[in-house]
């Protein structure tokens, strides 16, 4: 195994959350002992205060903040939510359990806290985590996709019950599921020298099957589709713990372009956190220069195929030479293909002969 | 083969094309016949400042069942009266009446009662009854048909009565075929919507049925009556010019330009004729064709006359509309607005607009909308009028804070010298810039006093709601709090809600 | 208050009321002019026989920009020409004319070409000039004002010269006001749809630019010209009856019945007198009031006529129809269809329909529709058309496998005594039901025949497609079942290829 | 280890299929040998042809059969597109490599055999399924949904590679995917006695936190809603080479009832098939009745959910008394609930409260 850059912080995070999360109430209570109307601040998420940070290589929040207060009317109820919901991640995280978005909507009507829908229960969690600076997977609440990983890395486990438990992450063969257990595990050791994120599951199983982990000393990971937050922590943690370079698989398409920019440079949506992103991380294809070059089965772009791609030219992240390179080719050729079009070359193809091809290019 | 040429009565030429006037079927012709009495009686009693009661009653004359049927229809009023020598003139014949003057009146064309009447004849061939005074000492009764070949009444007898009790009106009684049973739902739209734009008026409708419909005087205030005026210069043509040389008794033309157009003083006679070229001293009766070309176009091109005056006009009045709406849909908000005179081509108008909430208007999905010109209600052809236009594609409703599923109805009341009708029917307006502005913004006028009165109404809804949200959510805050502050003892909010409400009123 | 009461003339009242025939504005009303004029000169021709040539020309007189402004209308006919004595009041009086008749004419109203004279000298006052002779000896000019007031034509000039050529025709020639830009579309439209419907005229307008548009003749067949006729007892009024007896000469009511009505010989005219209870043997000149309401009772009741005879119709045919359309589209397909004669309230009517499909019809995603009315087209107002009704709401497309998107056109044209428009403005027509069932049908008619023949083209085309597939997929099976099944030698399809064909043949 | 009823299959069946696939070959090569146009018979799949059999408790096709011919211009092509399809399925068979249908549809390409579109290539593979009689999962033609499963079982691969190995499925506590390699693995050594399939992802991670796999002796499968056919395959297996009593969880409302009938009687869709359904597993709630009984935060029936459950009632499939009675309910009640609404009254009262109680209830 390589050297670890830093010591693995799962245990020492877990702590500073619970602790954080405990002096947010005490903010209120203070608050409230001293008869003012309670009020919190938190940097602002709306548009105008999301801003690209070349360093970071991310979305950030600027400095505009908002004041959730008490005395505002439409303030009070969102306000009381976000108390009750410290609350409830402040008892997940102190038991070591998980819970799902769903399973905080139903909660709180233990409390008399119904939210009116899930569109409101996800919004207050958004804003904890704003407050408090961690994504909600820190705080043990999982949303309900999972995706999957598999490759020669051995981890540890840090949940009750499997601690210090290991496993190899070839042990099952269909790829081994990203969930709270793995999310949560330290690596102990890896034998891979690269990591490769693939956008479709079919893919994923071709590539186990043909051994790509084996040929190609690579820790396999499927995004399946948007990468979930989980698998982003996971793909940094790769690149910066283990020190991997981290190759992006998608599809030749606006939509997979910008799921490898997301696991690159994080989202707008998350630019109230840090550390979800890798951006080291490359994306590898499906380019739209490969649609030419390999001739491959393409549908037409759709209006909103190209509406798409011209809001992209405008966003900040794709300032790199590859990203506007290939959105100008997209715009010309008007094309776009799946990563399964490579199997109209027979279904080994993409792995004997585009993969290495691809990988060569890529680290020179 | 020979053509044959021959010349033909305007009566023989209505009598052969009565779709013009709206005689088009049974269905048709009796709605047609009971709205253009009931607007004869109307004007009748307008003109001369009396309450208007009209009566009107319809009466299964054959025992054949099914439609169409011969049907008595009668109308009485109590307005001036005919003159006794007038009477078999202002029925029997075509183009005569008192409606070809340039003045307000509900018909335009003075063409509606002698088509009713026409109809009639044609149809069951027999006579019109016509009892009139002027409430002096005699009453007149004639017995009339129409030579239609002619154009000229026949009068079959003629009764004088006593007028003991000094009564003045007009009542019209006569034989016509009819299917009444198809036109009921369109006539009692259309006198519901009559005693909408005529609050002050009784109406009485005794249906074949013997059912009486009842239209009560909710008001003793009329609007003022229309005045006959004098062209304003900007529509005017050729042949207006001629006809005022013929009889004009000036002898300069500063003078003709005075006496004969609205809006034209000494200096402006002057300063147009210049501008028009045609010398101020001629004699009008040595005027030459070429000159009276000269001066309709110049008429057109002048712009320092003064818009035309309005003060002939009689618009119902906002409070008369109120009334009338008031009175038939009782609804919880009204707002009633009279625009300032305008004028299109050389014609005054004015825009009367007034919108209704709640009450007894249903909530359809759609705004309701009621047009009525020169107080004449307008039933058909509504997709097809300025009004529509406007409410539908001009208004933005939601600037408003109302929508189409808001209990909402929106009348409009144009009245002028003439009304800029799109066909001869006179069922929908055309969408002169002009009208279709002035329309719109007393549209925007009305919806805006809704708009603050929806607004005020969810205010105070508003403010009943705040101190409950409060009293729900500080105890909680409370609550929670002290348990994620891992504390004992919770902070105590009673301080907090007892200041809530003058902390509120110090925001507002 | 006083109200003064006055007789106006025919000509006053549309003068007053121009707007119902189409003088609305400055651009309706030069196209109502040059539509008005040509449809005159048409039926000059057409009811004479004679082939017609018809000139249009119109000149800008006055050299100011924009519009509206004053144009120099002329139109020139080879019709029949008018008596002299005839001349002055068929351009200057208000209802004069030849259109009074029962007959099928262009025009209804018989009003189109005065008001085209009246709304020149409004806007103008200047004179109209017409030249006519019929052939003979003598050219006569008159040059002529109307008296609006009176309803009377001032001859301010007449002419006679010597007709060497022995010319006919008329010619008619005036100064009026027009906006010609906003109205040049609609104006060549119907030209073009005029030169559909009469092949058989050439047609030529120069424009104010001095463009030449120039409709050729196509074929030397002319309908049948229409003839004058009897009414129809079913329609009949009250009104009618009384005329005939002013006029008859005959004794007893049964020769007036077989004299003045069409479709009533000896034995009808007896059985329909005993039905309607009315003497057979009675004078019509001692007839009471009560007979003839009886006598029209009995009219409309008496289901025994044989229906209303269209031999007086002048129907375009077939042949002119297909001609027409053939010309102006050039289209692949076209079908036509004249229904049998049919009738509506005692007035005959036959509907000519046709379709066209491709060449110079452009696919717009909607059928094209043309509409013609006594072989006029009809321009205005295309939704509220009964044709329009039919291919919109009636006709089930798919039925035919025709969609919207198939560049289509579908012509329809009634002709009629009197044809049931639903305005004054002739621009559509009412949905009779004898109407709407006739055009459905006929219109149905041609659909089955573009339907076979597109059925026919598709034939064609899969026959070719189906082939093809064989030829691919075949070989295709074999080369996968051979290494399927791990053989090595595939099997040899070709037998198979070539008795396709035949096999083919017997299935069908 | 409980005793296994019968061997497993795995191997035979493949064998079965492979020679099944190469006998349609067989059956066109001989036709166009002797110059007829080739044609092939299979039973109908239309709504008239599917009858539910009470015996084997599930549906199936009757005797119509449709007969699709090359002599049919309609016909000619997707004849041609089944025995390509039989080919490449062939292939798949014999080199132990699977696909999904996306590859599917993008391998025939190769083969000028484009494909309209996917469903016209998804429709092939099912005309496939019927002619010879088994699930595409058998052919190794996997759809991309994965769900998981957890519990003290352990399996032995046949997957190339990985043959002879084994796996006890409670390694990782984020669950065990179940794809290809987990489908085709035997099961080698089991110490649970009896298997809870559970509908919700955040469910099944909740069971496995909270040690239900231990303290119940159970496996535990995740179906992800509507469960994938290989689910279902496994399900079967437990209970029938195992022995294990198989006990659904699902939402309380007729969508996840339905789940819970697919396991146990298969749908209509899949009428062509054998060996997919579990005939003696058990819906084990979310009742009608324990909305009611447990006083569940639930939402109003929409129109959609009465409808459906009246064409419920009328399915052959519901003529059950448990059936009928929680139809009756639903339609008296007009509320529907979900799993996670157990979490107001805390996240481990399903735990601690609701599942013993229903278990016994099951097991009387």
């Known amino acids: 195994m390589r050297n670890k850059k830093s010591e693995s912080s799962i245990k020492k995070k877990k702590e500073i959350i619970i602790q954080t999360l405990q002096n947010f109430g005490l903010q209120i209570y203070d608050q409230l002992w001293n008869c003012e109307f309670p009020w919190t601040k938190m940097p602002s998420r709306s548009i105008n205060n999301i801003f690209y940070d070349s360093n970071l290589r991310q979305y950030i929040l600027g400095d505009k903040a908002v004041k959730r207060s008490a005395t505002n009317i439409r303030h009070i109820r969102p306000l009381t939510q976000m108390i009750w919901t410290a609350l409830f991640a402040n008892e997940l995280s102190t038991q070591k359990k998980t819970s799902t978005l769903r399973d905080v909507f139903y909660s709180a009507q233990a409390y008399e806290m119904s939210f009116k829908d899930q569109q409101e229960s996800d919004n207050i969690i958004t804003d904890l985590e704003t407050v408090i600076g961690h994504s909600r997977e820190d705080f043990n609440v999982f949303p309900e996709e999972r995706s999957a990983i598999f490759g020669d890395l051995t981890i540890e486990y840090t949940l009750p019950g499997y601690e210090g438990r290991r496993l190899n ?28 994120a693939i956008e479709k599951g079919g893919l994923f199983t071709r590539f186990v099957e043909e051994r790509v982990h084996d040929k190609f000393k690579a820790i396999l990971v499927h995004t399946a589709g948007q990468a979930p937050r989980a698998t982003r922590d996971i793909l940094r943690r790769l690149n910066q713990e283990l020190e991997l370079p981290v190759y992006i698989f998608t599809d030749g398409d606006p939509w997979g372009m910008h799921i490898a920019m997301v696991i690159i440079s994080g989202s707008a949506n998350a630019a109230h956190l840090r550390d979800l992103n890798t951006p080291d991380a490359k994306w590898s294809g499906v380019w739209a220069s490969d649609i030419v070059e390999y001739k491959l089965p393409s549908d037409k772009l759709t209006e909103l195929d190209i509406k798409r791609l011209h809001e992209l030219r405008k966003d900040p992240r794709y300032r790199g030479k590859l990203w506007k390179k290939e959105i100008k080719t997209f715009l010309n050729i008007k094309k776009k293909a799946e990563q399964e079009a490579f199997s109209r070359y027979g279904l080994t193809y993409i792995v004997d002969e585009y993969l290495p091809t691809k990988l060569e290019a890529m680290e020179e | 083969m020979v053509e044959v040429f021959e010349e033909i009565s305007p009566a023989d030429f209505f009598y052969r094309n009565r779709d013009i006037a709206g005689f088009t079927n049974p269905s048709r012709a009796i709605y047609s016949t009971i709205r253009e009495l009931v607007e004869n009686s109307l004007d009748a009693c307008e003109i001369h400042k009396i309450l208007p009661d009209v009566y009107i009653r319809l009466l299964k004359e054959s025992d054949s069942s099914g439609e169409p049927n011969k049907y008595r229809i009668r109308v009485e009023d109590n307005g001036s009266g005919l003159p006794s020598d007038i009477v078999p003139l202002a029925f029997g014949q075509v183009l005569f009446g008192s409606k070809y003057k340039l003045r307000q009146t509900r018909g335009t064309f003075g063409l509606g009662g002698k088509m009713a009447v026409l109809y009639g004849q044609i149809t069951t061939h027999s006579e019109t009854k016509i009892i009139s005074s002027n409430g002096k000492s005699k009453i007149f009764e004639f017995h009339l048909m129409m030579d239609i070949k002619n154009n000229k009444p026949e009068i079959l007898k003629k009764e004088t009565y006593h007028n003991n009790s000094k009564w003045h009106g007009t009542i019209i009684e006569f034989l016509t075929e009819a299917d009444y049973t198809r036109a009921k739902a369109k006539i009692l739209e259309y006198l519901k919507q009559t005693a909408i734009v005529a609050p002050y008026a009784n109406i009485t409708f005794v249906d074949p049925k013997g059912r009486f419909y009842k239209f009560d005087r909710f008001t003793t205030t009329m609007p003022r009556p229309s005045i006959e005026t004098t062209p304003h210069p900007h529509g005017v043509d050729v042949e207006t010019i001629k006809r005022l040389v013929g009889i004009t008794k000036v002898k300069n033309m500063k003078d003709f330009m005075r006496e004969h157009f609205q809006r034209v003083g000494e200096t402006t006679a002057i300063k147009f004729l210049d501008f028009s070229k045609v010398d101020q001293k001629r004699n009008p009766l040595d005027i030459t064709p070429e000159e009276i070309v000269l001066l309709v176009n110049g008429m057109k091109n002048y712009n320092a006359f003064l818009p035309p005056d309005a003060s002939c006009l009689s618009p119902l009045g906002e409070e008369s509309l109120k009334t009338g709406i008031q009175k038939e849909f009782n609804p919880e908000f009204i707002a009633v607005h009279q625009r300032k005179p305008s004028a299109y081509s050389g014609f005054p108008f004015i825009i009367e607009a007034g919108v209704a909430y709640g009450g007894n208007i249903p909530r359809t999905g759609n705004i309701l909308l009621y047009r009525f010109a020169n107080k004449i209600p307008l039933l058909f052809d509504e997709a097809s ?22 209990p909402l109805a929106v009348f409009t009341h144009i009245c002028s010298l003439k009304i800029p009708y799109k066909t001869v029917g006179k069922e929908f307006i055309a969408d002169r810039p002009e009208v279709e502005r002035e329309i719109l913004n007393a549209i925007r006028e009305v919806a805006r006093h809704l708009s603050i ?56």
């Not at chain 2, 009028?385 to 808001?406: E, L």
């Not at chain 2, 007892?498 to 509120?504: I, P, Q, V």
Request: with cysteine.
């Open chain 2, 385 to 406: 009028d300025v009004s529509w236009k406007v409410i539908h594609n001009m208004v933005n409703w939601r600037h408003y804070k109302i929508s189409a599923d808001d």
């Open chain 1, 169 to 196: 992450l070839t042990s099952h063969p269909d790829g081994m599921m990203i969930g709270p257990a793995l999310t949560n595990a330290e690596f102990a050791d890896c034998k891979a020298d690269k990591v490769i």
């Open chain 2, 453 to 508: 009165y929806l607004s005020r109404k969810n205010f105070i809804e508003k403010e009943r709601k705040r101190l409950d949200i409060f009293s729900k959510y500080l105890p909680k805050m409370a609550s929670f709090s002290t348990k994620l502050a891992k504390k004992e003892k919770e902070p105590d909010i009673m301080p907090l809600l007892r200041g809530l409400k003058k902390y509120e009123e110090q925001k507002e």
